[in-house]
């Protein structure tokens, strides 16, 4: 079983990715970080954010983790893992995400840690979609792009 982290991007990151790509939320804001994900073939890590206020009418298109509400979310809005923004990452260019306090971090938390196999398999699902319609899933990030500017960031670290 994968450990469950939340993470944030590093900022010169994120910021790349905003850059590029309308679709990257604006928001520094938390993900949970999935380690070995196969995208085109090869296992990659991902950083997925976690989103307070989703239009629960969204929910139906299988894009999303529903998760209890936070004290952040809305009425008539759900909290939610959403697969579509989903970012290729590396462990080097995140952070520790810090809940604001313990009631929060277990309502996320727990949750997740008790479905991470189901939400390991919906987002391979998504990315198995993703690459299957050539990135075609409308307010996705586009992830061969992410990922060749992750791919740029290897070059310079080197």
């Known amino acids: 079983m994968q450990k469950v982290r939340f993470v944030f991007l590093d900022t010169e990151l994120a910021d790349q990715y905003r850059s590029v790509n309308r679709e990257v939320l604006l928001k520094q804001r938390p993900c949970l970080f999935m380690a070995k994900l196969r995208y085109r073939g090869i296992f990659q890590d991902f ?8 239009n629960p009418n969204s929910l139906a298109q299988g894009y999303f983790y529903e998760l209890p509400p936070r004290v952040s979310t809305q009425l008539n809005k759900v909290h939610a893992l959403d697969f579509r ?4 990452v590396e462990r080097r260019f995140t952070r520790p995400f810090q809940f604001y306090n ?3 971090r277990l309502s996320t938390l727990v949750p997740i840690q008790k479905n991470i196999n189901q939400i390991m398999n919906e987002c391979q699902n998504y990315l198995d979609e993703y690459e299957r319609v050539q990135g075609k ?3 996705s990030t586009n992830i061969d792009l992410l990922l060749s500017i992750l791919q740029k960031q290897d070059v310079e670290f080197v």
Do not use: G, H, T
Request: charged content about 20%.
């Open 102 to 104: 313990q009631e929060d």
């Open 47 to 54: 950083a997925i954010p976690l989103r307070s206020n989703v």
């Open 137 to 139: 899933i409308l307010y």
């Open 85 to 88: 923004k989903m970012m290729p």
